[in-house]
């Protein structure tokens, strides 16, 4: 199980899945101020931005995640079953590709809304949108879920080979 190397790079999309989850995945500045926040579950904001607070928040992000957690470490255990193995890595490779859109999706959709609502007091200066570390993890996932792919058609391709020879 181990010895495989999709194995691990599975086992490195459950850690990196587990770090976005509990990271911040952005902050809009204005100047040197945090003014606002962005995690998978919430949304929050600081100062003369608290009216924005009542925005539902991105909880469907934290969803994702632990979806995405969930079928990878489900994959980990059928490394027997390479065939559904395969299939629940596709569809968590899917599931991340959503999370990105999503996320660019929620990004957008806040930062209008903190243009919109930019207070006097920074002089009408729009807010700037920081993309965190743990918003670059679910995109390492894709690209390690995509070399894990590789690895377990590899494997089937080998052992569909010796069944041949038999």
């Known amino acids: 199980m181990i010895q495989r190397i999709q ?11 587990f770090v ?6 952005g902050t809009w500045t204005v100047g040197d101020d945090i003014v606002a926040y962005f995690s998978n ?43 559904r193995q395969l299939r629940l890595t596709i569809f968590s490779t899917i599931l991340l590709v959503g999370y990105v859109a999503v996320y660019a999706l929620f990004a957008y959709y806040y ?14 200066i729009s807010p700037i949108f920081h993309i965190k570390f743990g918003a670059i993890l679910p995109v390492l996932s894709i690209i390690l879920n995509i070399l894990a792919i590789q690895g377990i058609r590899k494997d089937e391709a080998l052992v569909r080979s010796l069944d041949r020879i038999r």
Not at 11 to 17: D, T
Not at 20 to 25: E, M, R, V, Y
Request: hydrophobic residues 55%; glycine residues 8%; contains cysteine.
């Open 7 to 17: 194995t691990l790079y599975l086992a490195l999309v459950l850690i990196f899945s």
């Open 20 to 25: 976005g989850l509990i990271s911040t995945i």
């Open 41 to 83: 579950f919430t949304f929050g904001a600081d100062g003369q931005f608290k009216s924005l607070d009542s925005i539902s928040g991105p909880w469907c992000l934290g969803v994702l995640l632990i979806l995405v957690m969930f079928l990878t470490a489900i994959s980990i255990m059928l490394f027997r079953k390479r065939m």
């Open 111 to 124: 930062h209008l809304n903190l243009v919109q609502f930019s207070p006097e007091q920074y002089g009408w």
